[in-house]
């Protein structure tokens, strides 16, 4: 999951607030996964609300402490220590969970989501912060293995190991919309219906009180498009974004994205970016980064499968704004 502060990559969304006599929305802000996590409740009543807040972050900082790839210690990072030596390592459920996630994600975009990426992303971040392009034989090298089953499972599904060295974990790609979901039914589960958490921009949300039930959602994309005027109506679902972004680094006369093409081992040059709406956050994360990296045939394909899914793919062309794809966004 990605350290530098950055709200859903090229594309910003945030949240349009009103306030209504009947309820009122109460802000709660921390530092998750490298970026600002949001609690927003709507309630009439904010009795308790202390401490459902204090145990939803004190979860999110959890999860964080398995899923992250910076924290040395985290479950992930300890189970790519190991990648290659054979040796398994003991995990928590929802580590063997997001990984189910992103197995049924790489199958079914055909290698295009794929979260054994994790030597090619230290490798970009590499090139961003030296300026120098990694060697592109030992990337397509790295970028054939990972696209094998190096993820393997002890009997009783309680450890994990990586069985190639070039095989390591890294959930960028899902992650933070993972994190968000987990959060939203901790709050439901403990009797707050009405809320809205942000996980750096990956936003999984339920309903208002006292309205018709809707978070407003805008839409803004830097250079000032009509779309930026666009407001989205949703509720009981997620909405999340990928693209090009601040993490992005020029060398010559080509920008590359963080964004990598697992299939290829080479970061996106394209300015392509996506947002997704979906019934679950980390199907919304996924999706939204799938959808940078397919063929438009292909992610017709993939919606298929996904009927629900409302999805918007566009680009900038010489500053020239280019909607490739638009199913039900808006």
Same mark, same amino acid.
């Given at each position: 999951?990605?350290?530098?502060?950055?709200?859903?990559?090229?594309?910003?969304?945030?949240?349009?607030?009103?306030?209504?006599?009947?309820?009122?929305?109460?802000?709660?802000?921390?530092?998750?996964?490298?970026?600002?996590?949001?609690?927003?409740?709507?309630?009439?009543?904010?009795?308790?609300?202390?401490?459902?807040?204090?145990?939803?972050?004190?979860?999110?900082?959890?999860?964080?402490?398995?899923?992250?790839?910076?924290?040395?210690?985290?479950?992930?990072?300890?189970?790519?220590?190991?990648?290659?030596?054979?040796?398994?390592?003991?995990?928590?459920?929802?580590?063997?969970?997001?990984?189910?996630?992103?197995?049924?994600?790489?199958?079914?975009?055909?290698?295009?989501?794929?979260?054994?990426?994790?030597?090619?992303?230290?490798?970009? $971040?590499?090139?961003?912060?030296?300026?120098?392009?990694?060697?592109?034989?030992?990337?397509?090298?790295?970028?054939?293995?990972?696209?094998?089953?190096?993820?393997?499972?002890?009997?009783?599904?309680?450890?994990?190991?990586?069985?190639?060295?070039?095989?390591?974990?890294?959930?960028?790609?899902?992650?933070?919309?993972?994190?968000?979901?987990?959060?939203?039914? *901790?709050? =439901?589960?403990?009797?707050?219906?009405?809320?809205?958490?942000?996980?750096?921009?990956? =936003?999984?949300?339920?309903?208002?009180?006292?309205?018709?039930?809707?978070?407003?959602?805008?839409?803004?994309?830097?250079?000032?498009?009509? =779309?930026?005027?666009?407001?989205?109506?949703?509720?009981?679902?997620?909405?999340?974004?990928?693209?090009?972004?601040?993490?992005?680094? $020029?060398?010559?006369?080509?920008?590359?994205? *963080?964004?990598?093409?697992? $299939?290829?081992?080479?970061?996106?040059?394209?300015?392509?970016?996506?947002?997704?709406?979906?019934?679950?956050?980390?199907?919304?994360?996924?999706?939204?980064?799938?959808?940078?990296?397919?063929?438009?045939?292909?992610?017709?394909?993939?919606?298929?499968?996904?009927?629900?899914? $409302?999805?918007?793919?566009?680009?900038?062309?010489?500053?020239?704004?280019?909607?490739?794809?638009?199913?039900?966004?808006?």
């Amino acid at each position: 999951m990605n350290k530098k502060i950055n709200f859903l990559f090229l594309c910003f969304l945030f949240i349009y607030q009103q306030n209504f006599a009947q309820s009122v929305k109460y802000n709660f802000e921390t530092a998750r996964m490298g970026s600002p996590f949001r609690i927003v409740v709507s309630t009439k009543d904010s009795t308790g609300i202390s401490n459902v807040i204090q145990s939803s972050f004190a979860l999110a900082k959890e999860l964080e402490s398995q899923l992250s790839d910076y924290q040395i210690n985290s479950e992930l990072s300890q189970v790519n220590l190991r990648a290659g030596t054979g040796d398994f390592f003991s995990i928590h459920p929802p580590l063997k969970e997001v990984l189910a996630h992103a197995m049924r994600a790489e199958k079914m975009t055909n290698g295009a989501l794929n979260v054994k990426v994790g030597r090619l992303v230290q490798a970009w $971040r590499k090139t961003r912060r030296d300026k120098i392009l990694p060697n592109e034989n030992e990337l397509r090298k790295i970028a054939w293995a990972v696209q094998g089953n190096c993820i393997e499972f002890s009997q009783d599904s309680s450890q994990l190991r990586l069985v190639d060295r070039d095989c390591q974990l890294d959930l960028g790609s899902l992650g933070k919309g993972f994190v968000a979901q987990k959060v939203l039914d *901790h709050l =439901i589960n403990n009797s707050w219906p009405n809320v809205l958490v942000d996980a750096g921009g990956k =936003i999984c949300l339920t309903t208002q009180a006292d309205t018709s039930g809707a978070w407003t959602v805008g839409l803004e994309i830097p250079g000032g498009t009509s =779309i930026s005027d666009r407001m989205l109506p949703i509720k009981n679902c997620s909405i999340a974004s990928s693209g090009k972004t601040y993490q992005q680094v $020029r060398i010559g006369n080509q920008t590359y994205s *963080h964004v990598l093409d697992p $299939r290829t081992g080479m970061a996106l040059t394209h300015g392509r970016s996506a947002t997704a709406i979906a019934s679950d956050g980390t199907l919304a994360d996924w999706i939204a980064t799938a959808a940078t990296i397919m063929p438009i045939q292909e992610i017709e394909k993939l919606l298929v499968k996904l009927p629900d899914v $409302r999805l918007l793919v566009w680009e900038f062309n010489a500053d020239k704004l280019n909607i490739l794809f638009n199913r039900n966004l808006l």
